[in-house]
């Protein structure tokens, strides 16, 4: 899960550095993207787990939908929920699934059709298989951008990062350990 941690960390000060960029140039009568208001989306992701930091971490592909509202063209709330097909090295793949509530902050402006963004969560997780259930909660940060194709249209690119606590529950007993998991998004965003 380091290199995934340290692929999401560059991912993050590339969108930094894209924020005081012009991507695009801009034409005289410049087009406003409407991202105020609400706002949903669908994407497809890829997704580790990595529970402990001695294990190996699992990996997986899967896909997960969005919704929103901005309050401005800065600032807005979201909830997200994303399912994936995990397939470990050493044992059955199993279903990993992330429920995220959280804030996004946007950086440029309304004019601009590239808008870096960072985003701050509280998320719960869960991994299933036949006989296990793993389940967990904790913070979450991520950074991505939108890249609009028209006013209300856009595609993102993001890595969401989460610091988990998480319960192993079986037949057993219940033990608990820290778990990281990290999701590079691709999708879609339609602002009403």
């Avoid at 959280?102 to 998320?123: C, E, H, Q, Y």
């Avoid at 909660?137 to 939108?146: I, Y």
């Amino acid at each position: 899960m380091k290199s995934t941690f340290y692929f999401g960390i560059t991912l993050f000060a590339a969108v930094l550095a894209a924020g005081f960029q012009p991507c695009f140039s801009q034409q005289a009568n410049d087009v406003s993207y409407n991202n105020t208001g609400f706002y949903t989306g669908a994407s497809l992701l890829g997704a580790g787990l990595n529970i402990d930091e001695n294990s190996e971490t699992d990996f997986g592909f899967g896909l997960g939908i969005k919704a929103g509202y901005n309050f401005n063209t800065h600032i807005g709330l979201f909830v997200s929920v994303d399912g994936s097909d995990i397939f470990p090295d050493d044992s059955d793949r199993y279903a990993l699934t992330h429920f995220d509530v959280g804030v996004k902050g946007i950086l440029r402006t309304n004019t601009d059709r590239v808008r870096p963004f960072g985003r701050a969560s509280f998320m719960a997780m869960a991994a299933v298989n036949e006989g296990l259930e793993i389940t967990g909660e904790g913070p979450g940060l991520g950074a991505g951008v939108d890249v609009y194709t028209s006013e209300n249209v856009s595609f993102e690119f993001s890595y969401n990062h989460s610091w988990l606590k998480v319960k192993e529950s079986t037949v057993g007993p219940v033990s608990e350990s820290n778990a990281n998991t990290g999701r590079l998004m691709v999708g879609a965003v339609y602002h009403f």
